[in-house]
């Protein structure tokens, strides 16, 4: 009788054992997954704001031309726009838009640029890596997949926006 119980606690033992395994190595395949998904969710939401602000920006722009007939001035335009790494055009803010953000849900600043003659401007986010990763701005709508691509708003519209499955990818 001694036997046979210790023969049977040492099976449920062994299965307990083989379960608590079974259980770990499938934690260790589903976490990650799951942990990845969330940060693919919180880049996801973080275009969207920009996205958002973009569009307010844009807004508070378009009312500054609506009444002075020229987009707000900062700085000197070099290739057709100048991108700065100083906070948002205080112009177009203080004109009509007490509440737009100053920086991207990454916490970087939105860049404005404007041509010389003020009849066009760019707002950009930066992406998730803070920095800007275009040479020249596309002249037709580009779809992005990485959380890191800009985001640029040129005149009206998106010219550069996220699209599809997004990714981390530098």
């Known amino acids: 009788m001694k036997r046979s119980t210790g023969i049977v606690l040492a099976i449920l033992g062994a299965g307990a054992l083989l379960g608590v395994c079974v259980v770990a190595i499938v934690a260790a395949i589903a976490i990650p997954a799951l942990v990845g998904a969330r940060e693919k969710a919180k880049g996801r939401d973080k275009q969207a704001r920009a996205m958002a602000d973009i569009r307010q920006i844009a807004a508070a722009c378009e009312d500054y031309a609506r009444e002075k007939h ?22 177009c803010l203080v004109y009509s838009c007490t509440d737009c953000p100053f920086d991207d849900p990454w916490g970087h600043p939105y860049g404005y640029g404007a041509t010389r003659d003020r009849r066009q401007f760019v707002i950009v986010c930066r992406g998730s890596d803070g920095k800007i990763n275009i040479d020249k701005f596309p002249v037709l709508h580009v779809s992005t997949h990485c959380f890191e691509d800009d985001i640029i708003w040129r005149n009206g519209g998106f010219i550069q926006e996220p699209e599809g499955p997004q990714k981390k990818c530098r």
């Open 70 to 91: 020229e987009y707000p001035p900062f700085g000197e335009a070099k290739e057709g726009f100048e991108i700065l790494d100083a906070h948002l055009l205080w112009a």
